[in-house]
């Protein structure tokens, strides 16, 4: 056997135990590439048509132009998922695979979560833990989400504050602090169109996935499973 063999199989192993993450992370930088190019084509064109210098792609890429447009799409996203992973603690919706059981609403006992003396062999250390420690790490999911938010949408703020006043500047107008910049019409709309788009996305998914089905997913139904089934996942 070929002294490389192991490590071939090592890799395939590793490609194979991390096939979403990888596939997800590759896209997300082929979106941001694609996202790069044509922005800058746009953008040059305005440009163009208003007798002001054009950028580069590295240009734009590290513009506030482009930084906004992407940290509006970032906080939203997480937005998304900050609310739906607090709301199913709570909230049920019955024939949903992406749903509780009605009688497992809530924070759960400690034996259903398997944390403090409930705990496995090979749970996470901070789930054998007690007082703060265990606490933090029972919410730690939300906390990171909410926090990747914020500072997105903080990012939002700051760069669509910077893009703004390049706008602004170049009609010689004054510019506008970030305060001002948060009580415009521009950055509400910029953030509400995003969070509409994402409350839909996230509902359909929710009511969709009762009576529709993708067989071998994890997000779906077994394709045989009654439309009032809920919690189960194929």
């Not at 969709?208 to 779906?220: Q, T």
Request: charged content about 20%.
């Amino acid at each position: 056997m070929s002294a490389h063999a192991p490590r071939r199989a090592e890799r395939r192993s590793f490609l194979r135990d991390n096939g979403l993450g990888l596939f997800f992370g590759a896209i997300l930088l082929l979106s941001l590439a694609g996202q790069a190019l044509v922005g800058t084509a746009d953008y040059n064109e305005g440009a163009r048509i208003a007798g002001l210098p054009t950028l580069t792609v590295g240009q734009y890429v590290t513009s506030s132009y482009f930084g906004v447009d992407v940290a509006e799409n970032w906080q939203s996203e997480y937005l998304q998922f900050l609310l739906f992973i607090l709301a199913t603690v709570w909230l049920i919706q019955r024939g949903s695979p992406e749903s509780k059981k009605a009688e497992d609403v809530g924070r759960e006992s400690d034996e259903e979560q398997q944390v403090g003396p409930y705990a496995q062999q090979r749970s996470p250390a901070w789930a054998k833990a007690s007082g703060w420690r265990r606490s933090l790490y029972s919410s730690s999911l939300g906390l990171v989400m909410g926090a990747i938010f914020l500072l997105s949408w903080g990012a939002q703020l700051v760069a669509g504050t910077s893009a703004m006043n390049s706008r602004r500047l170049q009609n010689l107008q004054n510019p506008s602090s970030v305060l001002d910049y948060a009580h415009s019409p521009e950055f509400w709309n910029r953030t509400l169109q995003n969070w509409q788009s994402e409350f839909l996305a996230v509902g359909s998914m929710v009511v969709f996935s009762i009576y529709l089905r993708e067989r071998g997913s994890p997000e779906s139904k077994p394709v045989g499973a009654p439309h009032d089934t809920t919690a189960l996942e194929g």
